[in-house]
């Protein structure tokens, strides 16, 4: 168990629609990064947060946005969804010191979004 | 911008046997870390290995170990005595100031 909880583990849901995934990381993890991996594909990095700042932007959708609360759970909303989007979408989280990306990720287990 | 390349889509190795994965980069930034994740199929991302940049020293864990080659941005994983559970997707991932990327993934299968 890494650690980092994301919820639902399972999404089914139609095209135009809007979903959010939840994710908590760990213990004193202030950084929270989002992942997408479409089927037998590598991971592609979407967005990362620092202590509830935006702090680095990779492949993300303008479709797609993320927020960190307080808390520091963050979580990923996904609008006008379309076939493409069906993917895992995994959570992971690090301490990180200043918000560089450069120390170890704990993943969570992921969310199953299924677009029919 | 930061490229991970894994040029072996498929291994295979024998039972107790060492095989190695190999993982280039691209990058200019000086101050990096490189990882190896491992993915079987359950899809739960589980860190095998990371190596930070300036150390010259190659990682070890276990029957893990790289090879860290930073002038030839080359930064391989080695598994020995392979048993049936290293049977997994492997990828190889670069860290660095601004993002995360990973490579494109390395399908490891373990002959008994």
């Known amino acids: 168990d890494s650690g980092v909880t994301q919820t639902p583990k399972h999404l089914i849901t139609a095209t135009g629609q809007r979903v959010t995934l939840r994710c908590s990381p760990r213990s004193g993890d202030l950084s929270v990064y989002w992942y997408q991996q479409s089927l037998d594909q590598g991971l592609q990095f979407l967005i990362q947060y620092y202590n509830g700042e935006e702090r680095a932007k990779g492949n993300i959708l303008e479709r797609f946005s993320a927020q960190q609360f307080p808390d520091l759970h963050s979580e990923l909303n996904l609008s006008s969804l379309e076939l493409g989007d069906s993917a895992l979408y995994f959570c992971?989280?690090?301490?990180?010191?200043?918000?560089?990306?450069?120390?170890?990720?704990?993943f969570g287990a992921g969310t199953r979004l299924s677009v029919l | 911008a930061q490229t991970v390349t894994q040029s072996q889509p498929e291994m295979s190795v024998q039972e107790a046997e060492t095989v190695t994965l190999s993982c280039t980069y691209d990058?200019?930034?000086?101050?990096?870390?490189l990882f190896w994740y491992k993915q079987p199929p359950s899809r739960q991302m589980i860190l095998v290995i990371r190596q930070e940049a300036y150390k010259q020293q190659n990682a070890t864990e276990n029957r893990f170990s790289v090879n860290f080659q930073k002038a030839a941005k080359s930064f391989s994983l080695k598994i020995s005595d392979s048993q049936l559970g290293d049977a997994a997707m492997y990828f190889c991932?670069?860290?660095?100031?601004?993002?995360?990327?990973f490579g494109a993934g390395t399908r490891l299968t373990v002959k008994p």
């Open positions: 992971a989280s690090s301490v990180d010191v200043q918000g560089a990306v450069k120390n170890i990720q704990y």
């Open positions: 990058t200019s930034e000086s101050d990096y870390y």
């Open positions: 991932a670069y860290s660095g100031n601004n993002d995360m990327r």
